[in-house]
């Protein structure tokens, strides 16, 4: 990667920009513009999240948006209201008021004497989300947006359910939020920080609970969700996924439904933006962004909106890593999509295994500890979050082989596999998970789809499994990208359990397959066809490390009491801002424990975040545990806060959820 200290433009910075809302609210921005913005004015770009300008995102921030303000552009970087050092009060994520705010903040930015009067909007998850739904809503002077791993289904495909399955994921971001919402503004940016972060305390909400509530895909999920109306997304798009990351479908839905422009870009990433992400090869994000930003903000006739469609980097097989630094492969560019070099290719699945036609009659009831392999739902880096080696899940699946492919195979788009089953229990799911198993054994999963039975007809409308009756049911699999090698052979595993990446069914259910075949996404066969710009960045931001951090994954099993648990450390040490001397740091600890009762399942998950400067010393501690029984979802919560050594703040949670579909 290449750091950059020189651009085209000089720019300045602005520390802390007051935004003022219609209702009086002040929302916190950092600017970087060319410094004769004021006489040759330039459109914005901005970037509007929770996670806090002044330490949360500050490192990542300070590798893009001077580099972006150096080709000439106005980089905003806003914290949401009742987040970081803007006022007012958090209520949950994408509410009216946040997607409101975003139109007043773009309204605003426009009408500004360093501003021409176009504005884009840029994000990464949270951001990447809320830039879709902003354009959803139209603002006059929003031109265009660049959303990296989002989705436009708030129900089908985000951290709290997946296929109707309840993730637990959904309680593992609640658990983060909790903490992440709970930090003061920084006192050398408001006098009024301590009266500032009392209020909110006082006022967090603990999102969790309100989620799991909503178990179908009602007007909660559906406001935010821009599939509810395709027409009004004309405003031009770059969507940008990773087959690392469990948002990887947007970039298909967005190419096949939006109305305006879109291009797709997916790589081999985890939740990071490319230009620094794992595993490798990286690319230039930035100069990507430059482009589409000239394109549609300041009209350069650049070729941007002629560029393919879709640009993918289909994997090669390789051993299994969930801390890869890098992923063999190659990049293709379709002109347009769906394209015609994906034809469909039907397996049959039978007893004698995949690809083979022959009578089937599997029954599937996996133990409640499968799925320890399966990664986090959005994987950050290198500390083991990605999906390992699956033979131990495999193990204890359903597993159907292919034959030895002759000659490589290589897969884009999305599997369909479609079966006839019955369940012994009114609620259950399936998961499918489609694997490339390598001649030594080992297994790397290509792709995984869930469906919670109860939503096989309707997610609007969802309706309990009559015990013992036949249907016919699909299940639609991730989208993936990859070139399995020959010699190898595919995989199809299935499981009624996937712990912890899904909460169980209340009850262990068995599933009775007697038809089934695998529709797969089979490519023409390519070689490299784009070669991306290297990636670059602005300078890093100063610091230094007083405390160096820590990570640990492991799995424990309790031979004597039957427990098995994913249990996860991570420690980002304490590092000290030396442009202005925030000192910041965070430690969590996650415990997933579960026996063979499903009821048992347990989790546990403390986060602390720790803020100092001089004698200045906060610190807030979230501990939460979500358990159930076979009616109700129960999630427990407290909250402390402490100014040196004093506690000033301390609330509990006790919530109980019913479970009507999950």
């Given at each position: ?13 602005i ?21 004769n ?56 994520e ?26 884009g ?78 209020r909110?305390?006082?006022?967090q ?9 909503h178990?179908?895909r ?33 970039v ?5 439904q ?27 994000f ?54 015609p ?78 079966l ?172 997933w ?27 807030t ?42």
């Amino acid at each position: 990667m290449t750091v950059r200290s020189e651009f085209p433009e000089a720019i300045t910075e602005i520390e802390d920009l007051a935004i003022p809302m219609p209702d009086g609210t002040r929302l916190s921005a950092r600017v970087w513009m060319p410094a004769n913005a004021a006489a040759r004015p330039v459109p914005a770009v901005l970037e509007y999240i929770p996670y806090r300008k002044r330490d949360g995102t500050l490192p990542r921030d300070e590798l893009m948006h001077p580099y972006v303000a150096g080709h000439g552009y106005a980089c905003v970087r806003v914290d949401i209201r009742g987040n970081g050092d803007s006022d007012g009060l958090m209520e949950d994520e994408y509410s009216a008021q946040e997607l409101q705010d975003a139109c007043d903040v773009i309204a605003w930015l426009a009408r500004q004497p360093w501003c021409s009067g176009s504005v884009g909007m840029m994000g990464k998850s949270w951001g990447g989300f809320n830039c879709l739904q902003t354009a959803f809503l139209q603002p006059p002077a929003l031109k265009a947006v660049i959303s990296v791993y989002s989705t436009t289904d708030r129900f089908a495909d985000d951290i709290h359910f997946k296929g109707g399955a309840l993730l637990g994921e959904n309680f593992g971001w609640g658990s983060v939020m909790l903490s992440y919402s709970s930090r003061p503004p920084d006192p050398l940016l408001r006098n009024d920080w301590r009266e500032t972060w009392l209020r909110r305390l006082e006022n967090q909400p603990f999102h969790a609970p309100g989620w799991a509530a909503h178990q179908t895909r009602d007007a909660y999920w559906k406001h935010g969700s821009i599939c509810e109306d395709w027409d009004r997304m004309t405003t031009p798009i770059l969507s940008i996924g990773g087959w690392n990351d469990n948002y990887m479908n947007t970039v298909a839905h967005l190419m096949e439904q939006a109305r305006g422009p879109v291009k797709g870009i997916i790589g081999p990433w985890v939740h990071q933006y490319p230009h620094t992400a794992v595993p490798g090869p990286r690319i230039g994000f930035l100069q990507l962004a430059i482009r589409w930003w000239d394109r549609w903000l300041k009209g350069i006739e650049n070729g941007a909106e002629d560029d393919p469609a879709f640009r993918a980097y289909l994997l090669h097989s390789a051993p299994p890593n969930p801390s890869a630094k890098h992923r063999d492969g190659h990049w293709i560019a379709e002109a347009e999509w769906p394209t015609p070099r994906v034809g469909r290719q039907v397996l049959p699945v039978s007893d004698a295994g995949l690809g083979v036609a022959g009578a089937l009659s599997a029954s599937v009831c996996t133990p409640q500890h499968l799925g320890m392999a399966a990664g986090e739902f959005f994987p950050m880096g290198l500390n083991a979050e990605m999906a390992g080696d699956q033979r131990t899940d495999d193990a204890l699946s359903v597993c159907f082989d292919g034959a030895p492919l002759a000659e490589p195979l290589e897969l884009l788009g999305a599997a369909k596999l479609s079966l006839r089953l019955a369940s012994d229990k009114p609620m259950a799911f399936l998961v499918a998970r489609l694997c490339d198993v390598a001649p030594d054994g080992s297994s790397v999963r290509i792709a995984h789809g869930i469906l919670n039975l109860c939503h096989r007809r309707s997610a609007e409308a969802p309706e309990p499994m009559e015990p013992g009756v036949p249907e016919d049911v699909v299940l639609v699999l991730d989208q993936m990208g990859y070139r399995v090698a020959a010699g190898h052979r595919l995989r199809l595993a299935l499981s009624t359990t996937y712990w912890p990446f899904v909460w169980p069914s209340p009850e262990a259910a068995t599933l009775e397959i007697t038809q089934a075949s695998l529709d797969l996404p089979v490519h023409e066969g390519t070689r490299t066809e784009w070669e991306p710009p290297p990636a670059e960045t602005a300078k890093p931001w100063a610091h230094r490390v007083l405390r160096p951090g820590s990570a640990s994954r492991r799995v424990e099993s309790d031979l004597i009491a039957g427990t098995h648990a994913l249990v996860v450390a991570e420690d980002t040490g304490d590092t000290e801002n030396l442009d202005h001397g925030l000192v910041s740091g965070e430690t969590t600890t996650e415990r997933w424990e579960i026996a063979a009762d499903p009821l048992s399942a347990r989790a546990e998950i403390t986060w602390e975040q720790r803020l100092s400067r001089g004698d200045w010393r906060v610190r807030t501690r979230a501990e939460t545990v979500m358990s159930a029984t076979a009616s109700h979802l129960r999630m427990q919560a407290r909250l402390t806060a402490w100014e040196g050594e004093t506690v000033v703040f301390q609330r509990d949670w006790d919530e109980e959820v019913a479970r009507k579909f999950v």
